[in-house]
């Protein structure tokens, strides 16, 4: 299981970004993929889950309405479009998978997901 992660950077708060993950060695459409961030100094947090298998999707309390997470199938890759970012969304991001069938009302949870990408940085500045 191979994930390529790309889009973190630095911006500025209420501005954009969009990450991606790539996602290769399992089975994209059967199994959900997650987002998962960690800031200096704090525990790692689900951040959003897609399951292709039911068409479901998943968000942190903290970044609804604020962040939408999208798949392109034909490309295996997952999207993250964070938008009106604030310094508190800064950290390391990961996409994780394998995990569950299905996503459920709440945040991810790190214990369900198998492989992890290596992790890619987002700076909000205020």
């Known amino acids: 299981v191979h994930f390529v992660e790309s889009g973190g950077g630095l911006v500025q708060a209420g501005g954009s970004l969009r990450l991606s993950c790539e996602a290769s060695?399992?089975?994209?459409?059967?199994?959900?993929i997650g987002w998962f961030r960690q800031a200096p100094g704090k525990t790692r947090e689900g951040v959003s889950c897609?399951?292709?298998?039911?068409?479901?999707?998943s968000y942190a309390d903290s970044v609804k309405g604020r962040f939408t997470i999208s798949r392109d199938g034909a490309k295996n890759t997952v999207f993250l479009q964070m938008d009106s970012l604030k310094p508190e969304d800064s950290g390391v991001y990961y996409c994780?998978?394998?995990?569950?069938?299905?996503?459920?009302?709440?945040?991810?949870?790190?214990?369900?997901?198998?492989?992890w990408g290596q992790g890619i940085q987002v700076t909000v500045s205020s």
């Open positions: 994780a998978g394998p995990g569950p069938r299905g996503c459920t009302d709440v945040a991810p949870q790190d214990y369900e997901y198998d492989y």
């Open positions: 060695g399992f089975d994209f459409k059967e199994y959900a």
């Open positions: 897609y399951s292709a298998r039911y068409g479901s999707t």
